[in-house]
């Protein structure tokens, strides 16, 4: 029905079309079109009938307040007996348009596949940029699901899996999807979300890509009993990063003993819940800030140790910040399994350089991480171990930087080392050598020219001296001028012409304005030609005096600031004996 293109396109103007009106947030907007689709495709076909006929015999708003009413009844199996769903974020022109882009793009028995790519699409855009809730991006997701699958024996016919922290549920879609693809197995999906109208999303995400079954839950997964100690095969989560509000018992029952909880973050919390919930052999695939793998902070030298002293950590693949869109926070994946009687004999490390925009959309460099990780996990080595961006370090070595994790920690960075002939590069300095003596000889040459003109006796003295200066001036000038660059031409003609001294940065600022927003000229620079001009003896030092510093706008008249007292900055004005008429 589609191709990529046009997928692309009707996704984005059924998203324009919900934000025409500018009445809500992207949250309450994703909450109605979730709602809307299931209507369309999973609901009741004589509701979705029923608001085509209104809108066409009695107009938008008289639809809008139909759906308003009805729709509780269609999806009530979304909602407790207290809660409500958020006030509609589209008025009735807004509504009508999407009504109509579904209605006219889609049939009644659209494939579970397209719906679920149509709302993973919209979610992108709703939280691309939402502060708080970020969706995993799908290459991700899909690769930590692989992960953990290509570890495990898969014996069972039906195997346990759980997110905590589940979101919009693109994590538990990503493990059952590949489980389904690859080996055919039954699952049984478990998700726990704290938000409630985020719950709601992940329910209907579930449904959209064909999962009815799923179990998700609008709890926080923190507060869960004991009894759900040791039950999944797979935990998969990216929980939030986000500070602790409210007071936690120092131990909870998933604590491994150090009361995490005080330092103001979940996110220990979180990761203790998370291998907690493993059964025997169980294996866990969790995205952590990397400031807590690689900090000196008690807590965290502790927290690590405890881990590595109570789990096996497989591995750890280091994410660029900005991987999730709205937030530059650096993170890490870690991958690890409940398996005391296995010693952490060494860890498997992976970093990625990329851009985060080129890693949210290129397949193959996440190909590249899965088969790396594929032959560390069967043969302990691969034709890439040991290399720049995938290396084993062994636990000695991780013990003495006191339980770091952060891949940068033990990153070696192979560099490619080019041979140069060192003939051609003694060629190529005396090269260099002789364009530099040339230049100097000319300079020299124009420096020491003879005087044209000499005083004659019975003349006035300072008059013929006024009179040589100038024509050796414009001698000078004129053989110089040959060698220099624009900016090297202006920021002279500056010095030559100035009334008063000026410092280095105040000259360079006059050049500039003369000069081309391209061709700029720096201070650095202008000191290293003022250097040049005074060792020709063009220009010369003063260290106090009247100084000019030029207006800033056009209104303004050149500002003139006399020292009375010895300063620091040196001032440059032309040659005393370099005078103009």
């Known amino acids: 029905m589609f191709n990529e293109h046009e997928f692309r396109e009707f996704s984005d103007e059924l998203w324009k079309a919900a934000n025409q009106d500018g009445r809500g947030d992207s949250t309450a907007i994703i909450e109605h079109i979730s709602y809307i689709l299931y209507c369309r495709f999973k609901g009741h076909d004589y509701f979705w009938n029923d608001l085509i006929s209104i809108i066409n015999a009695n107009g938008a708003q008289q639809a809008t307040e139909f759906y308003q009413k009805e729709?509780?009844?269609?999806?009530?199996?979304?909602?407790?007996?207290?809660?409500?769903?958020?006030?509609?974020?589209?008025?009735?022109?807004?509504?009508?348009?999407?009504?109509?882009?579904?209605?006219?793009?889609?049939?009644?028995?659209?494939?579970?596949?397209?719906?679920?790519?149509?709302?993973?699409?919209?979610?992108?855009?709703?939280?691309?940029?939402?502060?708080?809730?970020?969706?995993?991006?799908?290459?991700?997701?899909?690769?930590?699901?692989?992960?953990?699958?290509?570890?495990?024996?898969?014996?069972?016919?039906?195997?346990?899996i759980c997110d905590p922290t589940c979101g919009t549920g693109t994590l538990l879609i990503s493990i059952i999807e590949q489980l389904g693809l690859r080996y055919q197995l039954l699952s049984n999906p478990i998700g726990?979300?704290?938000?409630?109208?985020?719950?709601?999303?992940?329910?209907?995400?579930?449904?959209?890509?064909?999962?009815?079954?799923?179990?998700?839950?609008?709890?926080?997964?923190?507060?869960?009993?004991?009894?759900?100690?040791?039950?999944?095969?797979?935990?998969?989560?990216?929980?939030?990063?986000?500070?602790?509000?409210?007071?936690?018992?120092?131990?909870?029952?998933?604590?491994?003993?150090?009361?995490?909880?005080?330092?103001?973050?979940?996110?220990?919390?979180?990761?203790?819940l998370a291998l907690s919930l493993l059964k025997r052999q169980g294996r866990c695939a969790i995205i952590v800030p990397e400031g807590m793998l690689s900090s000196n902070v008690r807590y965290d030298i502790e927290f690590r140790r405890n881990i590595l002293l109570n789990f096996q950590v497989d591995g750890v693949v280091s994410l660029p910040p900005g991987i999730f869109p709205g937030t530059g926070i650096k993170t890490s994946l870690l991958l690890v399994s409940n398996?005391?009687?296995?010693?952490?004999?060494?860890?498997?490390?992976?970093?990625?350089?990329?851009?985060?925009?080129?890693?949210?959309?290129d397949k193959q460099l996440w190909d590249e991480l899965i088969d790396s990780w594929n032959m560390y996990i069967k043969y302990g080595k691969g034709p890439d171990i040991n290399q720049d961006h995938n290396w084993i370090t062994p636990s000695w070595e991780i013990e003495d930087k006191q339980y770091q994790l952060a891949a940068s920690s033990y990153r070696k960075r192979v560099f490619d080392r080019k041979w140069l002939d060192p003939n051609r590069l003694i060629n190529e300095l005396r090269e260099l050598e002789g364009q530099i003596r040339t230049e100097m000889d000319e300079l020299f040459m124009i420096h020491s020219k003879e005087r044209t003109e000499s005083p004659q006796i019975g003349t006035n003295f300072k008059e013929v001296t006024t009179t040589a200066a100038e024509a050796d001036l414009n001698t000078v000038m004129h053989a110089l001028k040959e060698h220099l660059s624009e900016k090297q031409k202006a920021l002279f003609d500056i010095f030559v012409d100035a009334q008063q001294p000026l410092a280095i940065h105040e000259a360079a600022k006059l050049v500039n304005k003369k000069l081309n927003e391209s061709t700029k000229l720096g201070v650095q620079e202008a000191k290293q030609f003022t250097e040049l001009l005074q060792a020709l003896g063009l220009i010369e030092a003063v260290s106090s005096g009247v100084m000019l510093y030029p207006k800033q706008s056009s209104e303004e008249s050149d500002r003139i600031v006399s020292f009375h007292k010895p300063i620091n900055i040196i001032l440059w004005k032309r040659a005393t004996n370099l005078l103009r008429s």
């Open 71 to 160: 729709l509780r009844s269609n999806i009530r199996f979304l909602f407790s007996n207290d809660s409500e769903f958020s006030p509609l974020p589209f008025g009735p022109n807004a509504f009508e348009r999407i009504i109509y882009l579904l209605d006219i793009n889609f049939s009644y028995y659209s494939e579970n596949e397209l719906i679920g790519k149509l709302f993973e699409s919209l979610l992108d855009k709703a939280y691309s940029q939402k502060s708080g809730i970020n969706t995993t991006p799908r290459l991700l997701a899909n690769s930590m699901a692989r992960m953990l699958i290509d570890t495990s024996d898969l014996a069972s016919n039906e195997l346990s």
């Open 192 to 272: 726990f979300e704290i938000n409630t109208l985020v719950s709601r999303i992940a329910q209907l995400n579930m449904i959209f890509r064909g999962l009815p079954s799923s179990e998700i839950h609008n709890k926080d997964s923190l507060s869960l009993s004991e009894r759900h100690r040791g039950k999944f095969d797979f935990v998969i989560t990216n929980p939030p990063i986000s500070k602790r509000y409210d007071r936690m018992p120092d131990t909870m029952w998933y604590s491994m003993g150090m009361g995490y909880s005080k330092n103001g973050t979940r996110s220990y919390e979180f990761i203790e």
């Open 339 to 361: 398996n005391p009687s296995s010693l952490n004999r060494e860890i498997w490390f992976y970093e990625f350089d990329q851009r985060p925009n080129q890693l949210r959309n």
